[in-house]
């Protein structure tokens, strides 16, 4: 059987987020990498498996998706049977919804404050971009907010779902890993009891640190 193919460099978030389910998933992959800085991904040739010119596309035989969460539910789905098994629930319908209810969270209340904070004070330094001290302000009092609810919840339970590691974990750690390894505002995410302690629970999991070897690998020159 053909491997399935994920198109985009594992610094990518969104990559990355694939990446992770699919080494907790023990589903082996082709990477195929997409030179951004060259504007690969805006090619007509990549924009027929991605058609916003985005990165990743995934592709497994003759399907092809696009958004790194919606590949993530289809790769749980199908391979249901192989690595963790209890990646994105069973067929508890209360259990399900309770997933998606967190990757919910993760992509419209997290991501948005989490990654504008990475942008601006990770990458924008890197690129020679300038920084813009208002949207800094604004993303880090907003992801403080959004913060302060998981505190709570994660002093309720283990995990956000419950008292397993699912993908509604998982989705968190490309944008916090960023967060806490690029950035001077780690300690929003490593300061607070139950954010912190579940922080370093789901940052420490294989599948993530083999993530972040990848991302560090730096790509051989052409
Ligand atoms: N919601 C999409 C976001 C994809 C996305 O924004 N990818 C970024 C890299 S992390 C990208 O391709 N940026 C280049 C561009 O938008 O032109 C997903 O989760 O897959």
């Not at 199908?78 to 508890?92: A, E, P």
């Not at 020679?128 to 959004?146: C, F, M, R, T, Y």
């Amino acid at each position: 059987m053909a491997l399935v193919k994920v198109h985009g460099p594992p610094m990518s978030t969104a990559v990355s987020r694939v990446l992770a389910c699919l080494l907790e998933k023990d589903v082996q992959f082709q990477l195929i990498n997409v030179d951004m800085a060259k504007g690969q991904h805006k090619s007509p040739e990549y924009l027929k498996i991605q058609p916003f010119g985005q990165v990743p596309a995934f592709q497994d035989e003759d399907i092809t998706l696009f958004e790194s969460r919606a590949i993530c539910r289809y790769v749980s789905e199908k391979y249901m049977d192989k690595g963790n098994k209890g990646l994105f629930g069973s067929s508890n319908p209360l259990a399900k919804a309770s997933i998606e209810q967190w990757l919910e969270a993760e992509s419209q209340n997290f991501n948005p404050p989490s990654s504008t904070l990475v942008f601006q004070l990770a990458f924008a330094p890197m690129m020679k971009l300038k920084q813009d001290p208002g949207a800094i302000k604004l993303n880090e009092e907003k992801l403080k907010k959004v913060l302060d609810v998981y505190e709570r919840r994660l002093g309720e339970s283990r995990f956000l779902a419950g008292d397993e590691f699912t993908l509604a974990d998982l989705s968190h750690l490309p944008n916090g890993q960023y967060l806490v390894s690029r950035t001077d505002r780690g300690e929003l995410l490593t300061s607070r009891k139950n954010v912190g302690r579940w922080w370093n629970e789901i940052s420490s999991r294989d599948s993530w640190k083999k993530v972040v070897e990848m991302q560090n690998v730096k790509p051989a020159k052409a």
